[in-house]
Each structure stands twice: as structure tokens, then as C-alpha cells.
């Protein structure tokens, strides 16, 4: 096992119409599984269909402007739930072309419209799955609210549901699953928080590796890595890659030691991103409180030999779990937007067009490029790579010996599997 473990079972699935609703088939196979080989053949593929307005597509002439780009796109991908581009840019510098993308925040849009010159599509829910174009890699770092320590928390106490209760983001995943049986594609990489793998007291990673390989047919490959390797902050993501057919597969290795904050800080910053009195005082009084309570919330001030806490999408509220220390006769500062973007990986040229408050939650939201892009070279040489069909048998005969140490989910799951897959 691999990361986390892999299983694979192969099963016949009825083919998706490209027309219902996000979850629905895949939820719906999940729930009726049988156990005869599916077809990995990518027939009856509608082309890209023109008629729905997502702005002026990439050319491959636009895609020369900027230096992350490759001249080389021999495999293509799509960009789902796309931020600001993250993926985007690590896939293109491993020679990969995007194809189709879609976030539904419109400021999102704007900054990648400015970046990459077209306008992703909105809600995945308005675009049939038969009108995406064909595709080799599916990318998607699909929203992790539902699932994130802060996010569920902020959720119970306002009394909303989280994880794949919660109807407007939490059931991206099944719409990813259908997209993935519908175009069959020999390769996906997907995002999310650390926490994904404890939700639920791990029935929702369950049932999302139960889906990805019993239902669906990959041979799975997940880790969770932390960033602080390539950029100055402590981010740990689950990265959940799989194969069909089913290929061999490593995670890059990263360097042990990696950058401290003074390798993306500016030398002279506004005077704008220094902490008032007003809210300096109240951010240690904040500290002072939960300190003397046992608790560990307050803020993070660090210097340049540090490295940061996590950047998140609230930083733009008060900055607090950032801060950077300008000496006793100064109050700190926050991070200021392009600081963020060199903290997450974005090369010095990345065009931001939006507010600071919209840019701090875009970059908290979004991926590492550093990372990505090495596990997008990754994925690209295992794709290159021919199949061995004897590596093939060996990787089977493995896989019937494997076991997932992961906890089935109970009936009350919302998406429950009714029937044990076998």
C-alpha cells in the first residue's frame, strides 16, 4: 500500500448520460454495485460545445505570454473547482494543456480570467457532463469548508450541516465522481484538507476511496504532504491521486529543510498593513484570555527566520495567524497580498486585479504551486510511462491481498453504502 493504502475492484457501472444531477449516478452505483469488468474506452464523447458562454478560450498562442506556460501540451486536463489557477499553473509547467475549468466565485473568475485569458464556467451543476471536452488528468482541489477543522466547527455552532450534509459544497465530490465515469479519463489529482481523512470519525474519506476505487475502477494513491519542504508555512493537504488502468505510482520526495518567511518578504511595506493600536491591544487581550483558559488560540507572530502558520481564506479579517514582528517600537503587520501569493508559490508575475480582502481569501484557498507541480510531473511521467501488463497482474494480485484500515460508514451516513461492495 501506498500512502494510505489502495484497492481495486472491478465492476460494471451504467454509463452516465452526461445530463443528471451532481451525485446522483455515482451515488446511485455506489448502492447498486455488481461485479463485471468496466469498460475503460472513451466512446461517444460529445466535443466542447460552444454555445455555453465561458469567455475566449486558451490558445495555445495566449499561452506563450506568460513563463510558467510549456510549449509542449501532449496531455490534456480540466480544471474543476479552479480557485485562481493553482493547479492550472502547475500542470502547464509539467507540459500539460487546460482544456475546460470552472469555479462559480466571481471573483475568482476575474483573477483567472486576468491570468489565463478565458472566464471559467460557473457551477459545475449547469454544465452537462457530455459537454466537457475530452480529457487525460482531472484535477479538482474541491472545496473543503465541509470538512476542515475551522469549517466545521464555525458550521455546528451556527446550527448548518458539514461534510456531505452540507448541499452546497459538500457534495462536489459526487459531481468529480461522475465526471470521472462519464469520460473515463486514465488519471485524476485531488485536494483537500488533512481533516478530510478524520470527518466523520473517518467515514467521509470511507466512502470517497470506496467510490474513487470499488465504484469507480482506479487504483488509488493518497498523502498527506506539508508544504513547508518548498514555501515558508506549515500547510499540511491530503493529495489523492489514482490510475486506470491501474499503474505504479510515488510520490515526489521533497527536501527536508525548506525557506524561511524572509525569502518572500518585501522590504518596504504600506504603512496600511501595520496593525492599529485598537486591534493589536485586542488581539492580546484575545490571546491573554484563552491562554489563561488551557486554550492554544492566539496569534502567530513570527520574524523572517520563521515559517508561517497555515494562510487561510479569513486572513483578511484581522491577519492574526500571520503576523509578521516590525521591532518593540512598532506594532506587526500582516502579509500583504503579494506577499501571500510568493508565500503560496505564485510566480512574480501572477496578475492580481481584485481587492486585498478577495486576495487574501483566494490565496488562502488556494493550492501550493511548489508542491502541485511536482506531483503534476509525477503524474505526467507515470502517464508516459507504457503499461506494463505483467507490472499490471502484480499490481492485482496485490491489491486482492491489500485491506483499507478505514471505518465503514453506519446506516445514518447520508450517502450510505447499502450494499457491502465485494
Known sequence: MQGGGCVRVKCKLPRSNGKQSAKSSVTRKIQTHTASPV??????????????????????????????????????????????????????????????????????????????????????HSVAVADIPKFDILCAGFPCQPFSIAGVS???????????????????????????????????????????????????FHIIYETLTKALGYRVYWKVIDARSVVPQHRERIFIVGFKPGRPFEFPEFPAQGPKLSSILDPEV??????????W??????????????????????????????????????????????????????????????LMGFPDDFKIVVSD?????????????????????KVVETLQRPLNYREDLVLQLQDK????SLKKPKKTVRYKIERKLK
Open 270 to 279: 504600506p504603512d496600511k498593513y501595520t496593525l492599529s493600536d485598537h486591534l
Open 357 to 377: 480582502t478577495q486576495a487574501y481569501r483566494q490565496f488562502g484557498n488556494s493550492i501550493v504551486i511548489p508542491v502541485a507541480e511536482r506531483i503534476a510531473k
Open 281 to 342: 491591544n485586542y488581539l492580546q487581550n484575545y490571546a491573554r484570555k484563552h491562554q489563561a483558559a488551557g486554550n492554544g488560540f492566539g496569534f502567530g507572530l513570527v520574524t523572517g527566520n520563521d515559517i508561517a502558520r497555515t494562510l487561510s481564506a479569513r486572513y483578511h479579517k484581522d491577519g492574526s495567524e500571520i503576523l509578521i514582528w516590525q521591532g518593540p517600537q512598532k506594532n506587526p503587520r500582516r502579509l500583504t497580498p503579494r506577499e501571500c501569493a510568493k
Open 39 to 124: 469498460s475503460v474506452t472513451k466512446e461517444n464523447v460529445l466535443p466542447y460545445n460552444a454555445s455555453v458562454p465561458v469567455g475566449q478560450p486558451q490558445t495555445d498562442e495566449a499561452a506563450g505570454e506568460n513563463h510558467w506556460r510549456s510549449a509542449e501540451v501532449p496531455l490534456r486536463f480540466i480544471d474543476l473547482f479552479c480557485g485562481i489557477g493553482g493547479f492550472r499553473i502547475s500542470f502547464e509547467r509539467a507540459g500539460c494543456k487546460c482544456v475546460f475549468s470552472c469555479d462559480w466565485d466571481k471573483f475568482s473568475q476575474q483573477t483567472y480570467a486576468a491570468n489565463f485569458g478565458e472566464v471559467p464556467h460557473g457551477d459545475i
Open 154 to 204: 464555525k458550521k455546528l455552532s451556527l446550527g448548518r450541516k458539514h461534510g456531505f450534509e452540507d448541499e452546497k459544497q459538500g457534495n462536489l465530490f459526487f459531481s468529480i465522481a461522475d465526471i470521472l465515469d462519464y469520460h473515463q479519463p486514465p488519471a485524476f489529482i485531488l485536494e483537500n484538507v488533512k481533516h478530510l481523512l478524520r470527518h466523520d470519525r473517518g467515514r467521509t
Open 401 to 404: 491481498k491489500a485491506t483499507v
